[in-house]
Nanobody
């Protein structure tokens, strides 16, 4: 059974930073694309960033230049470094994984809350 466990969320002031981590039991981890999504109260879940097995990354325009996604295949972990946080970044952040060499996310974590105060 594949499990994704996020950590690192919390409360931070605007302009601050947080780093989210997601530990994944998907095998082989190195062949999966990993993504971060978020859902704010009353809004639909939206894409934030993803990193492919090749290391190729892609970001939503709203976070480009402020967030950085990375992965450590030796630790089966993906990270989301979030800098210059804004109140509108407040949401539950979810980690997701694809099957091997796929672009379809089939595995999801339980989410971690990020709250940015103004």
């Amino acid at each position: 059974q594949v499990q994704l466990v996020e950590s690192g969320g919390g409360l931070v002031q605007a302009g601050g930073s947080l780093r989210l981590s997601c530990s994944a039991s998907v095998r082989p981890f190195k062949d999966s694309a990993m993504g971060w999504f978020r859902q704010a109260p009353g809004k639909e879940r939206e894409f934030v960033a993803r990193i492919r097995w090749s290391g190729d990354t892609y970001y939503a325009d709203s976070v480009k230049g402020r967030f950085t996604i990375s992965r450590d295949n030796a630790k089966n972990t993906v990270y989301l470094q979030m800098n210059s946080l804004k109140p509108e970044d407040t949401a539950v952040y979810y980690c997701a994984a694809t099957d091997r060499f796929s672009s379809h996310y089939v595995y999801w974590g339980q989410g971690t809350q990020v709250t940015v105060s103004s």
